[in-house]
């Protein structure tokens, strides 16, 4: 166990954050209410990050989203914001506490070591069949999807086309095509020599992981793609240029504006959606503002309008759905959300939770949250298997992205982490082919 000294300074120094910043919020000073926490959220970030020796340190990444997440949404720059409830403010509290308590109970703490993946073409060959294998599902069941429903996104006139443009069971397929980049970059890291050949079937499938999105018109999936396959980056290599994350960041904004254009939300509409209270506010902040802010206070607006818990079924949900059990017992598919305005939909990680099982339940879950971080940290560092590295990308974006939607409870982070554990255990296979052979030796 790490020394208790730092323990208590790390979340002690949380805990007086915290209140000092609830304390704020009831004196009606919402900025410094906001500072602070985001002032906190920063400094265990770095602390974190210097005593693991990864900028994606899962511990660091869930606080400077959670912490800092909600120290934006206490600035209260909207009209649609307002005083949270007191049992919102201990959830939130109890969330950190509990992913905490989960992190560090009973794991032993161990420097994050950046190590080298080892040269390996066999390795390299089956990542490989998993970058064509994914790259071809996704254009087919594209293709089909287009065909069934009669039109692409990016070429409708509807505001929200991609809400439609879904057949079940097919459209997490079409989507897989994001964890492409991310393989690609361990394909590279493994590999003694790359063909000709091969580097045109990798540029194939890494535009088809762009372009898919692209003709979407789903901005996240195409955030993910590059997010997904940076932290695979960082985690395989001992050092990333500052210089080489600018450069990615920047050539994002432009694909975002374009996007942001084919959906149809132009300026006016989105400000008539967000209503800030001040008007001239730049359409640049405003929009990533609310895209983290306004998920807080659907989560308030949740504890303060709902009337009973579901106890699991929400939860539950991703079974039901891959089972496609959704289809025979109607019962599951609950659609009562509360939110602040019907077109802002995303919510926070733990919304579900708390719908289900209340404080009890958003605590519970983000203990849970927090031992399988920790475990997992471990896991990826002794793993010989590359692909652990994607299980470890794809949680990393989760937390990173805990203030931002209900990530566990969606049925696509399960079949991507399923696909993940077949691609685990058929790239993985080579290793243990490997020691059965030198156990016959």
């Not at 009606?28 to 210097?50: D, N, P, R």
């Not at 993946?117 to 790259?135: N, S, V």
């Not at 025979?328 to 919304?351: A, R, S």
């Not at 554990?421 to 030198?438: A, D, E, L, P, T």
Request: aromatic share 16%; glycine share 6%; proline share 3%.
């Amino acid at each position: 166990m790490r020394e208790r000294n730092n323990i208590i300074m790390e979340y002690g120094t949380y805990m007086l954050t915290f209140f000092a910043s609830y304390i704020a919020s009831l004196a009606g000073l919402h900025y410094l209410s906001g500072l602070v926490l985001m002032a906190e959220a920063l400094f265990l970030y770095v602390h974190w990050v210097k005593e693991s020796g990864s900028l994606v340190e899962l511990r660091a990444l869930f606080t400077l989203a959670w912490v800092g997440g909600q120290g934006i949404a206490c600035l209260q720059l909207s009209k649609l914001q307002a005083d949270w409830n007191y049992v919102t403010w201990l959830c939130f509290f109890l969330i950190f506490g509990g992913f905490g308590i989960g992190y560090e109970w009973g794991q032993k703490y161990e420097k994050v070591e950046e190590k080298e993946l080892e040269k390996d073409e066999e390795q390299a060959r089956r990542l490989l069949h998993c970058i064509i294998g994914l790259m071809a599902a996704s254009i087919l069941c594209f293709a089909f999807e287009a065909v069934k429903v009669g039109f692409i996104p990016l070429f409708s006139d509807e505001p929200h086309a991609y809400s439609y443009f879904h057949v079940s069971g097919v459209h997490y397929f079409t989507v897989s095509c994001i964890l492409i980049p991310a393989i690609t970059v361990l394909y590279i890291k493994v590999s003694t020599k790359i063909p000709a050949g091969n580097k045109m079937l990798l540029l194939a499938a890494n535009v088809t992981a762009v372009m898919i999105p692209f003709l979407c018109v789903s901005r996240f999936q195409l955030l993910f793609a590059v997010g997904f396959a940076v932290v695979t980056y960082i985690m395989v290599n001992k050092k990333i240029r500052i210089r080489t994350m600018v450069i990615l960041i920047v050539a994002l904004v432009p694909v975002y504006v374009i996007l942001t254009v084919f959906r149809h939300h132009d300026v006016s509409y989105l400000n008539s959606i967000f209503e800030m209270k001040w008007e001239k506010m730049p359409i640049f902040i405003t929009q990533p503002y609310m895209y983290v802010a306004n998920n807080f206070e659907n989560f308030n607006c949740m504890v303060e309008q709902m009337t009973e818990h579901t106890w699991g079924i929400k939860m539950l949900f991703p079974f039901f759905a891959l089972t496609g059990l959704k289809f025979v017992i109607p019962q599951v598919n609950i659609t009562q959300i509360y939110l602040t305005k019907p077109e802002l939909t995303t919510l926070t990680m733990f919304y579900d939770a708390y719908y289900d099982f209340g404080i009890f339940g958003v605590f519970f879950f983000a203990m849970l949250i927090g031992i399988v971080a920790k475990i997992l940290m471990n896991v990826v560092k002794n793993s010989k298997n590359p692909t652990a590295y994607l299980f470890y990308g794809q949680i990393a974006i989760y937390l990173g992205l805990a203030f931002f939607t209900t990530w566990f409870s969606n049925p696509t982070t399960w079949f991507w982490l399923a696909l993940t554990g077949m691609m685990h255990w058929y790239v993985g296979h080579v290793n243990r082919r490997k020691g059965m052979n030198k156990e016959d030796e």
